[in-house]
């Protein structure tokens, strides 16, 4: 890619795409996100990439979707035109991944032609998204260290979801200690408040719902309002269980918050 007043053969200046990509070997609940990508490269010479990710069906949320990715990268070279590779990464075990319904447009004008080059030949636009995705259905999954060696020096943008829906709840535990969770996407923000009636010892004082648990166990710092701002440390388990790591006087008041990713389905979402 490159500005066309540069006149380097074969070089476009902007491309936008978009395609819906599938999870054709999940049985019951797949992934299907639709990806675009808009690449231009600015009249100062800079390289702009936008995208954005977005998962549809909604009752098909599944545990694998925040492993379902799009990545832009990128090098100048130098003539100052840019190198662009992209990648569909999809981190899990047993995947079959189809693209449906692509396509691919390159501004008229906006090229340097080379009738050598499908992208800088005078031909439909349908001729130009053919020529790049005709190979994705041959094409094998790679290890991180192959693509890790073919984009070494290029720098990484990872294309963001579109507008993840928010979730939230509230969770009574014990005593009147409660923990509010929210989440956007698959990060959730935790804020634990409230004070003991009686005095708590420690120990396992509630549990978390499905759509909220954490990845892994994750600890997070809270802290005890008398005046010295003890901390009282309380970890949330992988299954959900909230566990009080130290004792919490009767009358003391508890507060704090953190935030950790979750691969849990979807609050609410069909099974």
Do not use: C
């Amino acid at each position: 890619m490159a500005d066309p007043s540069n006149g380097i053969d074969g070089t476009i200046q902007r491309i936008k795409m978009k395609f819906i990509a599938i999870d054709d070997a999940s049985d019951s609940m797949p992934s299907i996100a639709r990806f675009s990508v808009s690449l231009a490269v600015n009249y100062q010479g800079n390289l702009i990439k936008e995208g954005t990710k977005s998962f549809l069906h909604r009752s098909f949320g599944n545990k694998n979707n925040y492993k379902f990715n799009l990545h832009i990268f990128s090098k100048k070279n130098a003539n100052s035109s840019y190198t662009v590779k992209i990648y569909i990464a999809a981190r899990w075990a047993f995947k079959r991944i189809v693209i449906i319904n692509p396509w691919v447009n390159v501004p008229i004008g906006r090229y340097v032609t080379t009738p050598a080059n499908p992208l800088t030949a005078k031909i439909p636009q349908w001729q130009k998204t053919d020529f790049l995705f005709k190979n994705v259905k041959d094409a094998s999954f790679i290890s991180d260290g192959d693509i890790a060696s073919d984009v070494d020096g290029y720098d990484d943008y990872s294309v963001p979801e579109s507008q993840p829906s928010t979730y939230s709840t509230v969770v009574n535990l014990q005593s009147s200690l409660q923990i509010i969770l929210t989440r956007v996407g698959n990060n959730v923000t935790a804020n634990i408040h409230g004070g003991a009636t009686s005095d708590m010892t420690g120990g396992v004082i509630g549990t978390i719902p499905p759509g909220y648990r954490p990845t892994t166990s994750i600890g997070i710092s809270t802290f005890q309002y008398d005046g010295a701002g003890t901390v009282n440390p309380i970890l949330i388990a992988n299954n959900g269980t909230v566990t009080l790591l130290n004792k919490l006087v009767s009358g003391k008041l508890l507060y704090g918050s953190g935030s950790y990713n979750t691969i849990d389905d979807i609050p609410g979402g069909d099974e």
